[in-house]
């Protein structure tokens, strides 16, 4: 063996623990304090424990043990106390566990947005426990850090989009606005165009429908984005709801179709867009909770996104 083969061997043993360790998103470093913030550094995402009796949900229909709920957090790269945040709710897909997407990240930081995703909140989970990891967690970010409550907004992927929605229909107290990737759902049944009945049905079935009286609410205060695009097997569907439901009952919804999109979350630019949507500043009448000063704890690469709003 050449001198020049064992450095190079004796390098690599030494730079890979290093590599393996920088690249571990998910490892849990509960919270030492009660009472305090989450040990975290801005722009270093983490997933932690919370040593504090979680926030009570408005309904009180789920309850949550603290000792057994996790959350990925990220703050933004220049956070200080000082200044106030927004905050993006993710609720996953397929997968149990969920870090921050890697391309979200400027995004985030160029709108100061906290992100978090709460822990086993996947598709094997029922609707009603993924509502209430995902209402828990802006509960939680409001308690320990300076939030704007205009900008509060949910999130999801695949069965997660479906479930944000569904969440901003029952809580539109808490939810400013939506940011739905490859699923989408309504408070009520639409006309097919693209889908079969039994697709339909499967969908709609999908965990129950919200009253219909505090579905309505959202249309007063949350805006819905949908992005979806031809290789998404759920592309049809979506449009379906979007042009059956939403705009013909005057929900403030946008579509955005990325040329190249498949059934993934969404890139950097969609993510924008939504973005750019949710907070643009010609307001419509804010809910009530959404203002100032309300405790609400209790109550694409190769291609340009084509939007429709």
């Not at 933004?76 to 997407?101: E, H, N």
């Not at 479930?163 to 990737?181: D, L, N, Y």
């Not at 500043?281 to 000063?293: A, M, Q, S, T, V």
Request: proline share 10%; with cysteine.
């Amino acid at each position: 063996m050449t001198i020049l083969l064992r450095l190079l061997l004796v390098t690599c043993a030494l730079i890979s623990p290093a590599l393996l360790r920088a690249g571990k998103q998910d490892e849990t470093n509960p919270w030492i304090k009660p009472g305090t913030p989450p040990p975290l550094l801005p722009g270093k995402g983490l997933t932690v424990s919370c040593p504090d009796p979680l926030p009570p949900l408005p309904d009180n229909t789920v309850k949550l043990e603290s000792a057994k709920e996790t959350f990925h957090i990220r703050l933004p790269a220049d956070f200080t106390p000082q200044a106030t945040y927004g905050v993006v709710v993710f609720i996953s897909g397929p997968q149990a566990k969920m870090g921050c997407p890697a391309t979200w990240i400027p995004v985030l930081d160029e709108h100061k947005l906290i992100y978090i995703a709460p822990q086993n909140a996947g598709n094997k989970e029922s609707l009603g426990l993924r509502d209430a990891r995902a209402l828990t967690s802006a509960l939680l970010i409001k308690k320990y850090y300076p939030i704007d409550p205009k900008r509060i907004y949910v999130a999801g992927y695949s069965g997660g989009a479906r479930v944000a929605g569904m969440s901003a229909f029952k809580h539109p107290e808490t939810w400013r606005g939506t940011i739905q990737s490859c699923g989408a759902d309504f408070y009520k049944p639409v006309p097919r165009v693209a889908v079969t009945d039994e697709e339909f049905k499967k969908s709609s079935d999908y965990g129950g429908i919200p009253d219909a009286k505090r579905a309505l609410e959202a249309k007063k205060s949350v805006r819905f984005v949908f992005i979806t695009g031809p290789g998404d097997f759920r592309n049809h569907y979506i449009k379906d709801i979007y042009a059956g439901g939403y705009k013909p009952e005057g929900f403030n919804a946008l579509l955005i179709d990325v040329p190249d999109m498949r059934h993934n979350i969404c890139n950097a630019e969609s993510f924008s867009k939504a973005l750019e949507y949710i907070e643009r500043k010609n307001e419509f009448p804010l809910h009530p909770l959404h203002r100032p000063g309300v405790d609400t704890s209790h109550a694409t690469p190769r291609g340009r996104c084509r939007c429709e709003a």
